[in-house]
């Protein structure tokens, strides 16, 4: 008998890819929020799930995964870096969510567990400045005056640049660090290619939330046009929050958004 939680499929089920939940990830994030033009935004959400705003956040995260602790005594399987965008919906009761249309990640492991929450993950190499919690000029310790930086780029191609600057006040949650994200959940099936995948709609159960004591930012922040790619679409026009800080989050599984 084949056994496992995601594929390959083996007679231990060890080698199988990604484990079932709960997975437990802590974080150090930065987080930028931004405006974009609103009908650009409303084309990558259905709109059953709601009005897009023209806001929306793009987090960069170097985070630590495990289930049972034995990922962190192997950190290759434990450890990677990911950026994530959200943009802003309003739900038709009025709620505000956020909608997950792109995200890009640098391990296989957080690649699958991403796609079964939604999150509609592709491969790309997210660098962030980290800090230490050392007065040093390499630290980038968390005080006023402190520059941080990221970016992502895809296929060798930068695709988003952002540069920070703490203010030494204390920020508040953005993206989804600040409410639910709904993301899609569909496979192709090629017993019939010519059919497009159904969709569903979905957000991560999250539990045991941690740590969100958020550094506030002013940020610079670029999208930049790359060949099969369409995150630029988005019309960026201007950053207006930004944050740094810690966070731990635990996925028990998702729900119907």
């Not at 602790?69 to 802003?88: C, F, N, S």
């Not at 709620?95 to 592709?122: E, H, M």
């Not at 007065?135 to 520059?147: E, F, K, V, Y």
């Not at 670029?222 to 207006?240: H, N, R, Y």
Request: with cysteine.
């Amino acid at each position: 008998m084949l056994t496992g939680f995601t594929a390959p499929f083996t007679p231990r089920g060890l080698a199988s890819l990604v484990p079932p939940p709960p997975w437990h990830y802590a974080g150090w994030l930065l987080n930028v929020e931004f405006t974009c033009d609103v009908r650009a935004a409303a084309a990558f959400v259905p709109a059953a799930l709601g009005a897009a705003t023209g806001c929306g956040t793009v987090h960069f995260a170097e985070w630590q995964a495990t289930t049972d602790g034995a990922e962190l005594l192997d950190p290759i399987r434990a450890q990677y870096r990911e950026t994530i965008v959200v943009l802003e919906l309003e739900r038709p009761d009025g709620a505000r969510t956020n909608f997950c249309p792109l995200i890009y990640v640098d391990q296989d492991a957080s690649l699958v567990r991403g796609l079964l929450q939604g999150w509609p993950k592709k491969m790309g190499s997210t660098w962030l400045t980290r800090s230490f919690p050392l007065d040093h000029p390499a630290a980038a310790p968390l005080r006023a005056g402190t520059r941080l930086g990221a970016s992502l780029a895809v296929k060798d191609r930068r695709l988003v640049e952002a540069r920070l600057e703490l203010t030494g006040r204390r920020g508040v949650p953005l993206g989804f660090l600040a409410r639910p994200t709904i993301g899609t959940v569909g496979w192709a099936d090629l017993a019939r290619p010519a059919e497009p995948p159904a969709l569903r709609h979905v957000c991560p159960r999250v539990t045991d939330r941690v740590g969100e004591e958020w550094q506030e930012a002013r940020a610079e922040l670029s999208f930049l046009p790359v060949p099969s790619e369409e995150l630029s679409d988005l019309g960026l026009q201007e950053a207006t929050r930004a944050s740094a800080g810690w966070a731990g989050i635990t996925i028990t599984g998702s729900a119907p958004a």
